[in-house]
């Protein structure tokens, strides 16, 4: 019954940015967050927001990404700037109601998940 997709993956290059989205098909989620994964990587995570805006990064994320979410459009961004070749990889978007990873980025399970969006950068 949840839906996660996500949009605004593409092509760049090094230094460039790009803004993916992430829509919900139900409002208020406790926890939201991206991830992604590489060919030959496992999947790792880039950032988590709760629902009152607290956020935590992935070190590789700080100072270059910023995660937002607009509650009012059950809608997350992951904002990416400075964009580095081993940033590429399919950008996952993904929600649960509890244990959000923040201030600080923990390993946690979240329930549910999009398909997934191409960045490039080279």
């Known amino acids: 019954q949840v839906q996660l997709v996500e949009s605004g993956g593409g092509s760049v290059q090094p230094g460039g940015s790009l803004r993916l989205s992430c829509s919900a098909s139900v409002a208020s989620f406790y926890c939201m967050g991206w991830y992604r994964q590489s060919p030959g990587k496992e999947r790792e995570a880039v950032a988590a927001i709760d629902d009152v805006g607290s956020t935590s990064y992935a070190n590789f994320a700080k100072g270059r990404f910023t995660i937002s979410r607009d509650n009012a459009k059950n809608t997350m961004y992951l904002q990416m700037n400075s964009l580095k070749p081993e940033d590429a990889g399919t950008y996952y978007c993904?929600?649960?109601?509890?244990?959000?990873?923040?201030?600080?980025?923990?390993?946690?399970?979240?329930?549910?998940w999009g398909q997934g969006t191409q960045v490039t950068v080279s």
């Open positions: 993904a929600s649960k109601f509890w244990d959000c990873p923040v201030p600080t980025l923990l390993p946690t399970d979240f329930r549910y």
